[in-house]
């Protein structure tokens, strides 16, 4: 089992910076990738950004060149640091994992409870 906790969140006005953390504990060898993912009220949840193990990215095209997302292996923990927050940037965000409980099975998918971000105009 992997347990995700993110912190972070919290209210903001608009054009201002936000970074969210998440870090990963519990029984696993490895973790191939973690993203944030956000779901507004009424709308399906949408990927926000994502990173793998060769520290790839990808990005939403709603957030491409203000939210930058990172990992410290070390503290298997994700961030996303969020620049020029605009009032449509609300929702609550989730971090998601992929990770391993030994060597050579399949990947399990995993989920945070959210941190809701909140951008006023």
């Known amino acids: 089992q992997v347990q995700l906790v993110e912190s972070g969140g919290g209210l903001v006005q608009a054009g201002g910076s936000l970074r969210l953390s998440c870090a990963a504990s519990?029984?696993?060898?490895?973790?191939?990738?973690m993203a944030w993912y956000r779901q507004a009220p009424g709308k399906q949840r949408e990927l926000v950004a994502r990173?793998?193990?060769?520290?790839?990215?990808n990005y939403a095209n709603s957030v491409k060149g203000r939210f930058t997302i990172s990992r410290d292996n070390a503290k298997n923990t994700v961030y996303l640091q969020m620049n020029s927050l605009k009032p449509e940037d609300t929702a609550a965000y989730y971090c998601?994992?992929?990770?391993?409980?030994?060597?050579?099975?399949?990947?399990?998918?995993?989920w945070g409870h959210g941190t809701q971000v909140t951008v006023s105009s």
């Open positions: 998601n994992a992929w990770s391993r409980s030994r060597v050579g099975v399949l990947p399990t998918n995993y």
């Open positions: 990173i793998i193990n060769d520290d790839s990215t």
């Open positions: 519990g029984s696993f060898v490895s973790i191939d990738a």
